[in-house]
């Protein structure tokens, strides 16, 4: 358990873990696959890594990744990933499995208390205001607010669809309603939805402004976006949301919980600059458009979608960037490509005709020229390439020289090896130089930026006695009902000490495996949490995720064979150790020890013959 969790039932805890389905909580920000036993993979939320090495238990809820060891259940996920208390994780599963948590100072009526963590505090506060700003949007003083969605091409069911509102022109409409509704003014100024004024009171931070709200993977209300309206509005053309304890400019992208299935489905994301140009696309037929909120394109970006994209190097996500066609445009692309090295997957770069954003596009030219645009996109590569040599006079020999050594770094970038070649090949022909001094540029680059290789789960180098310990304890943690009667009378003095000893040891303090009413979540946090060093408690996180090494469904027969095996490599080792021993003992002085070493070394050698024999099956 968790240090905190008496404050929540243990009844309630366990019915929470129960109903919670782990594979659809981690869905929500992180693709997963198939992995082979049941299991699913996708790419760690939790660190920057090329090959997928987090893995998902959907049968026992648990996740675990090898790459950072990371592990633990749907509670652990929420507290890690969103960065929530335990008390907050449990609330929030709880309230979407439809259960009322009841507390250690209840009484035993079961009745629900309030969310009280700070973060649910502050998500409550973004629904309510919400909610008041599209009711503002019908109002009188919203018409120029409905002008401008109208002359952008939405109507009421879009602004509708994208929860679209108005902040009204007074300086605490909202503040009012909200506190009308119980939130405290320190509340509405940490969510950023009011500020302090010189009077001591409080503000809205909107006002007289049309409003998108910005969400997160999950579909929470973290923060709003905000466009100008009136010309005695003398603020920035769009104001967001502060850094608040929900909202991180970094983070964000505007339209994610709209777009997050059809990325994850279509295997691309395309990246727009605005809020209505999101709305555009994903009106147009491209529902996979999604923008930053006041802040450029950047690495924590790339790593909410990869997450989503599964980009790795066996799987090709395409992120398609949208870019006006003037010069800021040109080198906001630029800047993506130096970003968009962090990607594996292909990357492209689509250009507006006549320097048109999405949205005007679709004003202009319809749906279909959004989504041809798109369709004509060019790899960001050659972008970049074409942009770079565009620079210099290429008729001179200084200027193709110079041009050479400009593009020769681009191409050492491409994370992608067998691109590598050819991309250095057409770089020599537009420059119209041999390839010789062209790869050798290339190469020159390449020595300092050469790719580190892919993360991920590593081949297991472990001795066969090892590999055969890791199994049968694999067995007591996944399939405890069925191995639990023949694992738990094969003592601890089979495992050869470390993190599996102290592992078998923590299966004795939780009761045994027999004790495990059925396999799961509750079982393993149960054995984690005997577990007496940090080492032991990881590798409990790694063994309930990792597959068994069985083809097809686990019985009796494999679990018998194994832990045979796990006997026979003890037995040797004791016979091996035995031997030696019996070896330093003179049998005529010391007669009497000599027989009984001998003896003990027949009946080893037996126990060890029978082993085998039931061991016959291997693993």
């Known amino acids: ?73 749907a509670i652990k996920f929420l507290m890690d990933a969103e960065h929530l208390s335990f008390i907050e994780s449990i ?25 009280s963590g700070q973060r649910q505090r502050l ?51 909202l503040s009012k309603h909200l506190r009308q509704k119980g939130f405290t003014a320190e509340e509405l100024n940490t969510a950023g939805l009011t500020k302090p004024a010189r009077s001591g009171s409080i503000i809205d931070r909107f006002r007289a402004r049309l409003l998108w709200p910005i969400k997160d993977l999950t579909g929470d209300v973290i923060g709003f976006g905000a466009r100008k309206l009136f010309d005695e509005d003398d603020g920035p053309k769009y104001l967001n949301t502060p850094e608040s304890p929900l909202y991180k400019k970094s983070h964000v992208l505007y339209g994610i919980d709209h777009a997050k299935r059809e990325i994850a489905k279509r295997g691309r994301a395309v990246i727009v600059e605005g809020y209505t140009d999101v709305m555009a696309c994903h009106e147009a037929g491209e529902p996979t458009a999604v923008a930053t909120c006041g802040t450029a394109f950047g690495i924590d970006h790339i790593g909410v979608l990869r997450r989503l994209l599964m980009d790795s190097d ?25 970003e968009d090295q962090r990607f594996v997957g292909r990357t492209f770069i689509a250009v507006s005709p006549d320097n048109m954003d999405p949205c005007e596009l679709r004003l202009a030219k319809g749906d279909l020229a959004v989504r041809d645009m798109i369709a004509g996109r060019e790899p960001l590569v ?52 041999d390839l010789e001094p062209v790869q050798r540029a290339v190469n020159s680059a390449l020595r300092g930026s050469e790719p580190e290789s892919s993360s991920g789960p590593r081949p297991t180098a472990e001795a066969p006695q090892r590999l055969v310990e890791r199994e049968s304890l694999k067995l007591a943690l996944q399939e405890p009902v069925l191995a639990g009667p023949m694992f738990d009378v094969v003592g601890p003095d089979n495992y050869g000490g470390g993190p599996y000893q102290s592992v078998r040891a923590a299966i004795v303090e939780a009761g045994g495996a027999t004790s495990a009413s059925s396999g799961g979540v509750v079982w393993i946090e ?6 007496d060093d940090l080492a032991g408690k990881v590798l409990v996180s790694e063994l309930a995720v990792e597959p068994l090494r069985v083809d097809g469904v686990v019985d009796p027969r494999y679990v018998q064979v194994t832990l045979a095996r796990l ?35 027949f009946s080893l050698e037996q126990q060890a013959r029978a082993l085998r024999e039931q061991a016959a099956g291997g693993l």
């Open 314 to 338: 066996s799987f090709t996500g395409e992120i398609i960037y949208t870019f006006d066609g003037d010069a800021a445009g040109q080198k906001a692309a630029l800047r993506a490509f130096e």
């Open 123 to 173: 998500l409550a506060a973004h629904v309510a205001a919400a909610e008041f700003y599209q009711d503002q949007l019908s109002t009188p003083g919203a018409r120029k607010a409905r002008e401008f969605l109208a002359q952008r091409g939405f109507g009421r069911d879009a602004a509708e669809r994208y929860g679209c509102g108005f902040a009204p022109d007074s300086w605490d409409a």
């Open 526 to 531: 149960k054995v984690r949490d005997s577990c």
């Open 382 to 433: 050659d972008f970049a390439l074409r942009h770079t040599i565009n620079r210099f006079d290429l008729d001179t020999v200084e200027g193709r020289v110079d041009a050479m050594r400009r593009a020769a770094p681009l191409v050492a970038k491409i994370k992608d090896r067998e691109k590598r070649p050819e991309y250095a090949r057409k770089l020599a022909g537009d420059l119209g130089m």
């Open 567 to 601: 006997q026979v490599g003890a037995v040797t080792t004791r016979i091996r150790d035995l031997k030696s021993k019996v070896q330093r003992v003179n049998p005529v002085t010391h007669k009497d020890e000599y027989l009984a070493l001998a003896g003990e070394l």
């Open 1 to 73: 358990m968790y240090a905190v969790a008496g404050r929540v039932k243990d009844e309630d805890i366990a019915l929470v873990r129960d109903r919670t389905s782990i594979a659809d909580i981690i869905g929500e920000s992180v693709t997963l696959r198939p992995a082979g036993g049941g299991n699913l993979k996708g790419l760690c939320p939790f660190h920057d890594e090329k090959s997928p090495s987090f893995n998902v238990a959907p049968a026992r809820n648990v996740y675990y990744c090898f790459g950072c060891g990371q592990g633990g259940d």
């Open 91 to 115: 609330e929030r599963l709880a309230s979407r499995a439809g259960i009322q948590l009841r507390y250690e100072t209840d009484s035993a009526e079961r009745h629900p208390r309030p969310q």
